[in-house]
């Protein structure tokens, strides 16, 4: 396993982090299954664990903190909080300097540690002074609970004005930004990359199998899309254009993969991690299967022949369809745009 630097922070983690969404109801129920799937992963040189408190409502951090009893110390262990923890109370959720300290606290409840590594903030909040939730964060920093901050789906200029209000306001800064990224969403090319890189942050990338189309399973001729019931129709309805273009692209990119002697989840990860923007990509095993078609991809480099087909099918710095965008996009919304 060759570690990568985390921005400059001077920690080293795997280029794979083992993503935990799916411990728990909202994937896997069975605690054992996934308590095993994440001492597989440890033990094959991964480091790097990240998990969030809205995770099958807060199940998933308490299966990592139970996986991760007597190996601790050697793991560099992320989390986030942002989204709403209770369906009644308005309050148990977002940025605030008040939900901070008590979602902080419930955290490290669940997952029997008494510090997490890197605190990510889930979402950008377009009603909440980034300094209020920088200010909240910098203490938990200053009283040991944290080692590091990250945000999430922020897009460029969010970046840089957190990075600016941690100056002006003398605050711990972000070193991490996790967005989404794949060959089918590569919007981040454009700016938050950039960004990312001129503020020396780690960049951790979510979905390199853009939520499942580039499994290999989803062809032209597919009738629905990766778990498509219970997930959003702007993303997953194959019958909307936006998705058929990515079953078009799917399905060349796993012809490309054949050609090149690898899977399509390999040819997917691998186009990740290889990017020099990139710091490590969150995969999201559910079985053990899942997590060991993922390991290959460590050790596959894409020639420049395939990196230009790849172009080819999805050119650089596009997200054929623009619902996959999940950073900033309250940015984007009608009211904001001048019609």
Request: overall charge neutral.
């Amino acid at each position: 396993m060759h570690y990568r630097s985390l921005g400059r922070t001077g920690v080293r983690v795997s280029p794979l982090c083992l993503g935990a969404m799916m411990f728990g109801p909202w994937g896997n129920e069975d605690e054992a299954d996934c308590v095993r799937i994440i001492h597989r992963a440890l033990d094959s040189g991964i480091n790097f664990v990240d998990t969030a408190d809205v995770y099958s409502a807060g199940v998933s951090e308490e299966i990592v903190g139970k996986a991760l009893v007597d190996r601790r110390d050697n793991v560099f262990l992320a989390t986030k909080f942002f989204m709403p923890m209770s369906r009644n109370d308005p309050n148990h959720r977002g940025g605030s300097r008040r939900w901070i300290i008590r979602a902080v606290e419930d955290s490290l409840r669940r997952l029997g540690t008494d510090y997490i590594d890197l605190y990510q903030v889930h979402r950008p909040s377009p009603d909440t002074d980034v300094a209020e939730t920088l200010g909240a964060l910098s203490d938990l920093v200053h009283q040991g609970k944290v080692r590091y901050l990250g945000s999430s789906s922020y897009s460029g200029s969010q970046i840089a004005e957190a990075q600016w209000v941690s100056q002006e306001r003398r605050l711990e800064r972000f070193v991490t930004e996790q967005p989404p990224y794949s060959v089918l969403v590569r919007g981040i090319e454009e700016d938050v990359l950039p960004a990312a890189r001129r503020h020396s942050m780690g960049t951790l990338t979510y979905s390199p199998l853009a939520g499942g189309w580039l499994s290999g399973r989803y062809r032209m001729d597919s009738s629905t899309g990766p778990a498509s019931a219970a997930r959003p129709a702007a993303r997953f309805d194959v019958h909307t254009p936006a998705n058929r273009r990515k079953l078009e692209a799917a399905e060349q990119l796993a012809l490309l993969a054949a050609e090149a002697g690898l899977t399509p989840i390999e040819l997917a990860v691998a186009f990740v991690v290889n990017h020099p923007g990139v710091t490590s990509a969150i995969i999201g095993p559910r079985t053990m299967k899942q997590l060991d078609a993922f390991l290959p991809a460590l050790d596959v480099t894409l020639s420049a022949d395939v990196l230009d087909r790849i172009d080819e099918i999805v050119a650089p710095g596009v997200t054929l369809n623009p619902a996959d965008n999940s950073y900033g996009d309250f940015e984007l919304r009608a009211d904001r745009r001048r019609r």
